[in-house]
Nanobody
Framework: QVQLVESGGGLVQPGGSLRLSCVAS????????MRWYRQAPGKEREWVAF????????NYANSVKGRFTISRDNAKNTVNLQMNSLKLDDTAVYYC???????WGQGTQVTVSS
């Protein structure tokens, strides 16, 4: 069955960086676009970033544009999210999603705090 496993979350100070990874299995990873979302406490889940099947097209929410970079390695069935210049408002649980399907990872907590 489809599995998406995120990792790389943690506690970081404002201005710091983290790199999230999502390892996929159970489907042909290279033929699916991938997305990252996040959900902050008390808020709805929001889309963060998109990457096309071959990585040639990426797109970002305005709130993270210029600070976050999504990438993928189809040989390793992995999608990454490099997060730089982190802000307090970036605190959330981050999820990867297979395309627009109902396949989600379990999430990884990112906490930005001084």
């Amino acid at each position: 069955q489809v599995q998406l496993v995120e990792s790389g979350g943690g506690l970081v100070q404002p201005g710091g960086s983290l790199r999230l990874s999502c390892v996929a299995s159970g489907f042909t990873f290279s033929i699916d676009a991938m997305r990252w979302y996040r959900q902050a406490p008390g808020k709805e889940r929001e889309w963060v970033a998109f990457i096309s099947t071959n990585g040639g097209i990426t797109n970002y929410a305005n709130s993270v544009k210029g600070r976050f970079t999504i990438s993928r390695d189809n040989a390793k069935n992995t999608v990454n999210l490099q997060m730089n210049s982190l802000k307090l408002d970036d605190t959330a649980v981050y999820y990867c999603r297979r395309g627009l399907t109902s396949d989600w990872g379990q999430g990884t907590q990112v906490t930005v705090s001084s």
